[in-house]
């Protein structure tokens, strides 16, 4: 039997489109702070920031530690710190930098899944004891929906690039470093993938690393539609869960077929019911379950209603 290969990605620039360094260097454009100010402070291994993503500290417990962190930093190097400026204005930056994820991943490792690989997101996260809502949870749940794995440091205790991250991943994954490829925007992670062994791709154009994933895996990397039974299923983000929608695959010999929507039947609303089974889970998957049987019924009473009429 063949053994398994692992996809990797990480959350950060991969995921989703920013890093902390993309919203560090924002947030000091936007203050005029120095470049570099607010990753020299957080980048520290026993900065408060880091201990809160190894899940030493709460991030409650992070603020103020981080405050004080940039008010000693600033003193070095002889800066004064903004009125406006404030770790908690920082730490929504990076929350909202966090919910922006890139359908085109999600399709990718739900492709990925579907044909056998096994995939995992690593994401420097804290915990997050603050009433923030319902964000962080509907951001795992979609990642958990499409990953089989979802690595959060606050929970392992290891931060990417920490070798140890990825020794933990590829445990989690039941996979040795030769099986595994790693999918990242920042050179210091890549560097540190491949010094663990692992293969490594460097992600400055995400379409362009998504087809790279070929080489690796045999499968088209941008995998934007999953092929199940012989239709075409389109997956859900972030902010449409429930949007799934399909189209039967186009006949090559008649372009006058090309984008028109399909006439659903309750054996073709099944398919959609395994797949979804198979791809999803929690709420996400709940909820379109449900919709996917609401409209199995009405399709069978469509069709009654049309023997009798016709």
């Known amino acids: 039997m063949a053994e398994r290969k692992a996809v990797l990605f990480n959350f950060w620039g991969v995921a989703v489109s920013s890093s902390p360094r ?32 190894r899940g030493e500290v709460t991030l409650s417990q992070m603020i103020a530690a981080f405050e004080a962190e940039c008010v000693k930093e600033a003193q070095v190097r002889g800066v004064t710190l903004p009125s ?18 890139q359908p085109a991943v999600l399709k990718a490792a739900a492709g ?3 044909r056998g690989l096994l995939t995992a997101v690593l994401a420097n996260h804290w915990l997050d004891d603050s009433a923030a809502g ?15 794995q979802v690595l959060q440091s606050c929970r392992s205790g290891h ?31 890549v560097k540190a993938a491949e010094g663990a062994g692992m293969k490594a791709v460097l992600v400055e154009n995400l379409a362009d690393a998504l087809d790279k994933l070929a ?26 869960p429930a949007a799934i929608s399909a189209n039967m695959k186009e006949d090559s010999d008649n372009e006058e077929q090309n984008n028109k929507h399909v006439i659903l039947s309750p054996k073709l609303v099944f398919i959609y019911i ?6 999803l889970n929690g709420e996400i998957a709940a909820n379109t379950i449900a919709y996917s049987i609401l409209l199995c019924a009405c399709v069978c009473v469509c069709r009654l209603v049309g023997t009798y009429t016709g």
């Open 22 to 53: 993309d919203v560090f260097r924002r947030l000091e454009e936007l203050h005029h702070l120095p470049g570099g100010f607010l990753s020299a402070v957080a980048s520290r291994r026993d900065s408060a920031m880091s201990r809160a993503e």
């Open 84 to 101: 406006d400026w404030s770790v908690r204005g920082l730490l929504e930056e990076l929350r909202e930098a966090m919910m922006d994820v």
């Open 112 to 114: 990925l899944r579907h």
């Open 134 to 148: 319902d964000g962080p949870a509907r951001l795992l749940s979609l990642l958990g929906g499409h990953f089989d």
């Open 159 to 189: 931060r990417v690039p920490e070798s140890s991250a990825f020794s933990s991943a590829l445990r989690h994954l039941g996979v040795t470093s030769q099986q595994a490829l790693w999918l990242d925007a920042d050179e210091e992670g």
């Open 215 to 240: 080489d690796f895996t045999g499968v088209q990397g941008t995998l934007e539609e999953v092929s199940c039974s012989g239709y075409l299923l389109k997956i859900p983000t972030l902010d449409h």
């Open 274 to 279: 395994l797949y979804i089974v198979s791809t």
